[in-house]
């Protein structure tokens, strides 16, 4: 209903007659990007409300565990009389697109209405930036109606201004994934995971994060060659979309493997090599248990996923030949040797296998994977500070 333009009450009122923020990320990764930015943000405009949309129902699960808003909602479909309803009633003075969600009718109506459009990590992949040039006049239209383009890395600068955008508002600002504040030395959430998912004496401990459909059984003969080397061999996996878990499930029974939900494990004990993730927002933590980390959507043509939250703990990280939509961090990493990219799962079997029998150079990758991470940290300085000056206008 909410993506209808029917809003709950609670939200209307939160809004009445105040300064509003409206912050919006498509699902998961994008919510995490934009932790730092609200975090920021509240500290910078105090008197403001932060409202918080997403499209999926993991990101709206998410944001409400990750992000200090004073509301949250469903993203309105793209339809000028919905948009119109929705901007109507919440008014925002500032609106925060995370990445690159260039909804034409949502922007052209945010602009009758005097809102300021802002793009943050902004992020035109190659193949989108394809797409986007078949339609140059219209592209064009749609982001002049964006007031500042705050890029993610110099190749996202070119191809948006390639595409049309003005260039005195265009900025290259730095990735806000990189601004993840954990602390790796931190053992309470690591020991207490552990003792959850009772592998305190598992070693060693394989995570294979967000994987995707037709990803999980390119997994199973992986699994089988590490556990018939390192018995006490436990693999975590996480599946995109929790929702599949059931799929998985039968998945391996049909293999002959074992496996448990994580939900379960908190009323029964262990007796599976494979721990199944069915819940939402602990990927993140869990990685702080891994010797070898897996990332997925990158083994199929999925565009990969967010390598620098295994980075944070200092983990060895593979990937598959499939890092589209990650691409430029991806290249950062593999020219520090902080990752490790395969061709398909028999290299990731044979390069898995050898780290795991040369643990210093496995450490070695981990150690230059979170240096990395330091590194390119400040991002959300540099976008609220731009911010700031948007607002004072």
Request: charged content about 25%.
């Amino acid at each position: 209903m909410e993506k209808l333009g029917f809003l709950p009450g609670n939200l209307r009122r939160e809004v009445k007659g105040e300064a509003v923020i409206w912050v919006h990320a498509v699902s998961v990764g994008e919510t995490a990007a934009a932790s730092p930015i609200c975090k920021q943000i509240r500290k910078q405009f105090p008197g403001a409300k932060i409202i918080f949309s997403t499209v999926t129902q993991t990101g709206q699960t998410m944001a409400r565990k990750l992000i200090k808003a004073d509301a949250f909602f469903y993203f309105p479909f793209d339809l000028p009389v919905i948009v119109k309803k929705v901007l109507t009633e919440l008014n925002p003075k500032l609106i925060i697109i995370m990445e690159t969600e260039l909804w034409p009718n949502f922007i052209r109506i945010a602009n009758q209405k005097g809102c300021k459009v802002v793009l943050v990590n902004g992020r035109i992949s190659k193949r989108s930036f394809r797409r986007y040039k078949l339609f140059t006049s219209f592209t064009r239209k749609i982001l002049s109606g964006i007031d500042l383009f705050l890029m993610s890395s110099q190749e996202d600068t070119d191809h948006i201004l390639s595409l049309g955008a003005e260039k005195k508002k265009v900025f290259c600002c730095g990735n806000t994934k990189y601004e993840l504040k954990i602390d790796p030395g931190d053992e309470g959430v690591k020991s207490r995971l552990a003792q959850e998912l009772q592998v305190e004496n598992a070693a060693p401990i394989l995570v294979a994060g967000s994987s995707h459909a037709n990803q999980e059984e390119l997994l199973i003969p992986l699994y089988k060659r590490l556990k018939a080397e390192f018995n006490d061999l436990v693999m975590i996996l996480a599946p995109r979309h929790p929702e599949r878990v059931k799929e998985i499930e039968l998945l391996y029974e049909k293999a002959g493997i074992r496996t448990v939900r994580r939900t379960v494990l908190q009323r029964q004990k262990r007796h599976a090599p494979v721990i199944l993730l069915d819940s939402i927002g602990e990927l993140l933590h869990l990685y702080s248990l891994a010797d070898l980390v897996f990332v997925g959507g990158s083994l199929v043509k999925s565009g990969g996923h967010n390598i620098l939250e295994p980075a944070v703990y200092g983990r060895t990280i593979f990937v598959g030949p499939y890092m589209d939509d990650f691409k430029d961090i991806l290249n950062l990493f593999l020219e520090h040797d902080a990752c490790i990219q395969v061709k398909n799962n028999k290299e990731l079997e044979e390069k898995m296998l050898f780290y795991l029998k040369n643990r210093h150079e496995a450490a070695k990758k981990g150690r230059n994977a979170l240096e990395l991470v330091r590194a390119n940290q400040g991002a959300t300085e540099k976008i609220t500070g731009l911010l700031a000056e948007l607002w004072d206008e």
